[in-house]
């Protein structure tokens, strides 16, 4: 009887951290899925779509997009604002996000800073700069809750 009793006892811990893992994504799950969701919007923007690319923000009102000296909410309004600001293809150019680095803050919030890149022909010069994005867990899948975006200066 004492050895079963002190068996459970050892063998608890080990149910515990084998179930909790089985339910908690590691962090390399979670840092190999933003970056998909990263690519996804190289891609999604190189085809020139800007919806598609903005499927990898979150659809909501408290959605943030800081750039410049503004700030606005909302999923519409940014879609509204790349659009206005990209209406065709040679003004998107072909964008590249480097030195990325992402850090899982838990389980349902991340940061990702990195730099983005746009190569344009034409009358379009390349752009460059910085962005921060705050990521959250959602049912469907990590949305970009926030983006400060800043573009460096020439």
């Known amino acids: 009887m004492k050895t079963s009793f002190t068996l459970s006892y050892l063998l608890l811990p080990l149910c515990i951290v084998g179930c909790s893992s089985l ?7 979670v840092e190999q899925a933003i970056q998909s969701i990263l690519q996804t919007q190289v891609d999604e923007w190189n085809r020139g779509d800007v919806p598609a690319f903005m499927e990898t923000y979150a659809k909501t009102d408290q959605l ?17 604002r ?6 065709t293809p040679d003004s998107m ?3 590249a996000f480097e030195e990325l680095e992402i850090k899982i803050l838990s389980d349902e919030w991340a ?3 990195g730099r983005y890149r746009l190569y344009r ?16 867990y959602t049912p469907i899948g990590w949305k970009i809750l926030h983006d400060h975006t800043s573009a460096a200066t020439n």
């Open 23 to 29: 339910e908690t994504p590691s962090v390399a799950k």
């Open 121 to 136: 022909v034409g009358d379009y010069e390349n752009a460059t700069g910085l962005f921060t994005l705050l990521m959250q």
């Open 93 to 95: 150019g072909r964008l």
């Open 64 to 80: 943030r997009f800081a750039s410049g000296d503004t700030a606005q909410r909302g999923w519409q309004t940014t879609l509204l």
């Open 111 to 113: 940061e990702v800073h």
């Open 82 to 87: 790349y659009q206005t600001r990209y209406p």
